[in-house]
């Protein structure tokens, strides 16, 4: 299953990637900041606008710096967390297989897991750290409930490792073990993951950040403006909680998570509390993309909530009910199945995989952009459509447009980009994204005597190269 899934996926990644149909938010982020570690260079992602400590804490990208000395890249992140995706069944497998008693029965629950439309969707999305963090997570529960101390740490520092908010699924980790008995090591876990996230919002992200709070903290406007406020009109206002939790689209969100594993999940309430923290954090976002299955939001509480199945069918373990574990393992995988084929990415939903979501041919457009990245040098500074700019973020200077010209998406102030439009020697764009104001500043910069001439103009692809200097004279 873990072959299929990954043959699968593994092409269709291939395929959007190499079909242009990946975004520099936020596939070029995270390849310029694993590229940029790789080669001991300023972190500064200029696709952001923000230094790579300012914009997530995420040491895990260390570990594949090895791979970008080799000449990885776009390509390979999605081949990454397509593995860390399929082989997120395997822990589930062996959790299974010891709370069944049977190994062939238990294959119900990493079947469902890679029909999961979420897990498909996130598959989908480009590459994001935390999505490693997923099978280290559950092996993290699987090491606990054996008592496998060692491993248990390794997996939840790996899992920290990921990134600043991986604390709260961490947490609540801790709390399940010590309500389970293991207080010493719940108690250790918690006081751990909590240290990791303030030193990570309050010391690391400022600290990269001329001591401004973590970018993100807008979307959490509706309980404060700061992290002391927000938890302070949690614990006192629960009841604005409740009310974005409880706001129509939120609740189609909760059925596409627990439909497809037939509510099962809601049997091990308690286990199923590990999805809460990040569920919450989710549902009061203002931020409508953080409460769809499609995005990297939903990766701890999809985690969470097949941890709950596996413990929920379990309960019913006695001999004489046996039949009824095997009948809630096939409704399991039916739900699986059918929401698969109504909500997923996946073939066999065949009006969402023709969709278009999916770039499986290359257009005209998309082989003369390919012409055109082809011939910007790799040293130089360039400015690019967002489609473009995953396949030109090896290098220190590469923008995403109308930057650094037009501020856009850019850094977390009002300021202009700290860089001058100066640095940049190329422009490449995809020209059905312009705006009219885009439009205009490309017919400025290209216009006779301006600072760009334009080198290529196909098929709606641009490829423009600077003549002169910002001062006017010819660039040396």
């Known amino acids: 299953m873990i072959g299929v899934y990954v043959v699968v996926f593994g092409w269709l990644t291939w395929l959007q990637q190499a079909n242009f149909g990946t975004f520099d938010f936020d596939m070029g982020i995270f390849d310029q900041e694993i590229w940029l570690a790789a080669h001991h260079l300023n972190p500064f992602i200029t696709i952001r606008g923000l230094n790579m400590w300012a914009n997530h804490v995420n040491p895990i990208i260390y570990l594949l710096v090895p791979f970008y000395w080799l000449g990885a890249g776009p390509h390979f992140l999605y081949l990454v967390q397509t593995l860390a995706f399929a082989g997120s069944a395997i822990p589930l497998w062996l959790l299974a297989r010891d709370r069944f008693a049977s190994p062939w029965l238990s294959l119900g629950i990493p079947l469902a897991w890679l029909l999961y439309p979420a897990v498909e969707w996130m598959t989908w999305w480009p590459f994001h750290p935390e999505y490693l963090a997923v099978p280290a997570f559950l092996f993290a529960y699987w090491f606990a409930d054996r008592g496998r101390w060692g491993w248990y740490a390794l997996c939840v520092v790996l899992v920290l490792a990921c990134k600043e908010d991986t604390a709260l699924p961490i947490m609540a980790l801790g709390m399940l ?15 751990g993951a909590l240290a990791w996230f303030f030193l990570c919002v309050e010391v690391i992200m400022p600290g990269a950040n001329a001591a401004l709070a973590p970018f993100y903290l807008y979307q959490y406007s509706a309980l404060g403006n700061s992290i002391g406020q927000i938890i302070w009109n949690v614990l006192r206002h629960p009841s604005r909680v409740w009310s974005l939790a409880l706001q129509h689209d939120r ?14 999940a809601l049997l091990a309430p308690t286990t199923l509390f590990l999805a809460v923290p990040t569920l919450l954090v989710n549902v009061v976002n203002n931020q409508g993309y953080s409460y769809e299955i499609k995005y990297q939001y939903s990766a ?3 985690a969470g909530i097949f941890l709950a199945v596996v413990e929920g069918i379990s309960r019913y373990r006695s001999h004489r009910l046996r039949h009824l574990r095997v009948g809630m393992v096939v409704i399991l995988c039916i739900f699986a199945l059918v929401a698969n084929v109504a909500w997923s990415p996946s073939p066999l939903d065949a009006k969402q995989y023709r969709s278009g979501i999916w770039n499986f041919d290359a257009s005209p457009r998309v082989r003369e952009l390919e012409e055109m990245v082809r011939m910007v040098p790799a040293d130089a500074g360039v400015s690019a459509s967002l489609d473009v700019v995953p396949h030109l973020s090896h290098r220190d200077q590469i923008y995403s447009w109308p930057n650094p010209w037009i501020r856009s998406n850019y850094g977390v102030t009002a300021a202009q980009p700290p860089e001058f439009p100066a640095s940049i020697q190329y422009i490449v764009l995809d020209t059905t994204e312009n705006t009219p104001a885009e439009e205009s500043l490309i017919s400025k910069l290209t216009k006779p005597g301006g600072p760009f001439h334009i080198i290529l103009q196909r098929d709606q692809a641009l490829l423009a190269t600077r003549v002169r200097s910002a001062s006017g004279s010819p660039p040396r």
């Open 251 to 264: 609740l189609q969100y909760y059925v596409q998570l627990l439909g497809p594993v037939a509510g099962l």
């Open 177 to 191: 073990l010590a309500f389970r008995h293991h207080r010493r090591a719940g108690l250790i876990t918690m006081a």
């Open 300 to 302: 701890f509480v999809a």
